[in-house]
């Protein structure tokens, strides 16, 4: 089956620092991802979501780039503003899932002044 | 204005009592979903509905079962609540494949 996999589940930086946070995954098809944010005490809602023709999305300073040779998705900004901090979920949901989304377990962002 | 609505925001139960957390969304969204969110297990699908009365089983269904009635209302339902329950629930709606889900503010459930 899918899933979905990222390997830290706390990052702390410094504000100004650039971000990277891991997401691989595995899917039997071609799958579609997507990065959510959650801020403290919000509901979660979409950051990006991975393109079907390789443009690399972006929102809000952060882009991701899907690699399909080595499964990976990972979200990065060049700079991080202390709003930043959030849960990060990285999401795959294959075309022929039927509207299933699997999610990772989530990395916390902290950016320290 | 699309939203997702959750009820109770709040809600302590005691152990062996039924729950009953609603949701809706006011964007005609076929597919609804219903998550739970644990510290460090992320989100784990429970239900997903795909319209009125076509429901399947998420990854966790174990404990629940759920209620859509109406395309725009999707009900979860604990009968005999247990402590390990305990947790946020999350409601969430999409229009179909590959296309981004809505989610509600989260449901926090207390089973004492």
């Known amino acids: 089956g899918d899933s979905v996999t990222q390997t830290e589940g706390l990052v702390t930086l410094t504000e100004g620092l650039p971000v990277m946070l891991n997401c691989t995954y595995q899917s039997t098809y071609s799958p579609f991802l997507f990065w959510y944010v959650q801020h403290l005490n919000e509901a979660p809602k979409l950051l990006l979501k991975s393109f079907t023709d390789n443009k690399r999305p972006e929102h809000q300073g952060f882009h991701a780039t899907l690699h399909k040779s080595s499964s990976s998705f990972h979200l990065q900004k060049s700079s991080a503003q202390l709003s930043d901090s959030a849960l990060y979920y990285c999401a795959l949901r294959n075309t022929e899932g039927a509207d299933r989304l699997t999610f990772g377990k989530g990395t916390q962002l902290i950016i320290q002044p | 204005d699309m939203k997702v609505t959750q009820m109770p925001r709040y809600l302590i139960k005691r152990m062996g009592e039924n729950v009953l957390l609603e949701c809706g969304q006011d964007m005609s969204h076929e597919t609804m979903y219903w998550y739970r969110q644990d510290p460090g297990l992320g989100l784990q699908l429970i239900y997903i509905s795909y319209d009125v009365d076509s429901n399947s089983e998420g990854d966790i269904p174990k404990g629940y079962r759920v209620s859509r009635k109406k395309r725009e209302h999707f009900s979860l339902i604990l009968d005999s609540a247990k402590t390990n329950q305990t947790s946020v629930y999350f409601c969430?709606?999409?229009?179909?494949?590959?296309?981004?889900?809505?989610f509600g503010e989260g449901s926090r459930l207390i089973v004492v």
């Open positions: 969430a709606s999409s229009s179909g494949t590959g296309n981004t889900l809505y």
